[in-house]
């Protein structure tokens, strides 16, 4: 697996990204985009892990069938 490989290089980009963001925006902008960055993720995790729930969920939004 990925992790297992290559833990040392992900956690040393990820500190790097991490940086990089509080070098650029700061540290309440950088936090900022962590946390909506968190919230997509889960969302889109919960949301599109079945196709079911995004037809169901369009169909409440819109008309009924129209995106069939």
Known sequence: ???????????????FVFALFLVIFGFLKTLFIIILTVIGYVVGALLFSDKNKVKDWMDKILP???FR
């Open 64 to 66: 009924p069938g129209r």
């Open 1 to 15: 697996m990925l992790k297992d490989k290559n833990s040392g290089k992900i956690g040393a980009g990820i500190a």
